[in-house]
């Protein structure tokens, strides 16, 4: 899935889990996914926990994670109590 097609699966509503992305016609957030996948668990042990989802959901997050990770705004990091701006 490239990176515009995460559009198609993940909505964004003021109403829904507080307005944090969702996958499309769930209260399943996105980040939820995300904490799955990099706490090592596989796609098909995601999908066992939540059936609600596809392949392409999952799929749809790494996207919609990676379309966050290009944008040009600066983060601020914290490293020891001080703030830290990674340059763009």
């Known amino acids: 899935m490239d990176n515009v097609g ?11 889990c507080h307005g944090k992305p969702c ?6 957030m996105a980040s ?13 042990s995601i999908l066992r926990e ?7 959901d ?6 919609y994670a990676a379309w966050l990770a290009h944008e040009e705004e600066q983060l601020p990091l914290f490293t020891d109590g001080m703030p830290f701006v990674i340059p763009a």
């Open 6 to 16: 995460w559009r198609d699966r993940i909505a964004i509503h003021p109403n829904v």
């Open 23 to 28: 996958i499309r016609g769930t209260r399943i």
């Open 32 to 44: 939820v996914v995300l904490d799955y996948l990099s706490a090592g668990e596989s796609e098909e």
């Open 50 to 56: 939540y059936p609600q989802l596809s392949s392409d």
């Open 58 to 63: 999952v799929r749809a997050v790494l996207a």
